[in-house]
């Protein structure tokens, strides 16, 4: 939401990178926005999602995309879980290529997201039953030391 993430622009604006234009596609910007929504590599991958999985990403506006996705009105929850992992699976596959990676095909990307999902919702579950049964019994050590060696 703070825009950190170390997208072409950012780096350009901060002085680390000379070049501000997005190396996978050419546009002339490669914002955050740009690089999780815009670019062809964003594209394909949003394309293939809404062919796997059925869900599509909302139309977002470029100045407000962050707090649009977590808007209940513009995203449903469970798509949004879906769609912030893809972005992170998204940013993933465009360091894997700006690293000299080969590149992923946007299917295995997307499952990689799914996979995520997965892995948080059963996170999620389990932080909702409460403490384990081994905290529950955890008993402190008993002293051997007497008063006197205190």
Sequence with gaps: MNDYIPCRANLHRRHVDPLAHCSICGASEETTYHALVECSLAQAFWAKLKELEGIKLPRLRSSTWPEDLLD???????????????????????????????????????????????????????????????????????????????
């Design 72 to 150: 209940d009105t513009w995203c449903r929850v469970g798509d949004r879980i879906v769609l912030l992992c893809g972005m992170w699976s998204l940013w993933n596959t465009r360091n894997d290529y700006h690293h000299g990676k080969k590149p992923i095909d946007p299917a295995f990307a997307i499952d990689r997201a799914m996979g995520a999902c997965y892995h948080l919702l059963i996170a999620q579950q389990n932080t909702r039953r409460g403490p384990t049964t081994r905290a529950d019994n955890w008993q402190p050590p008993t002293s051997r030391c007497s008063e006197a060696q205190l």
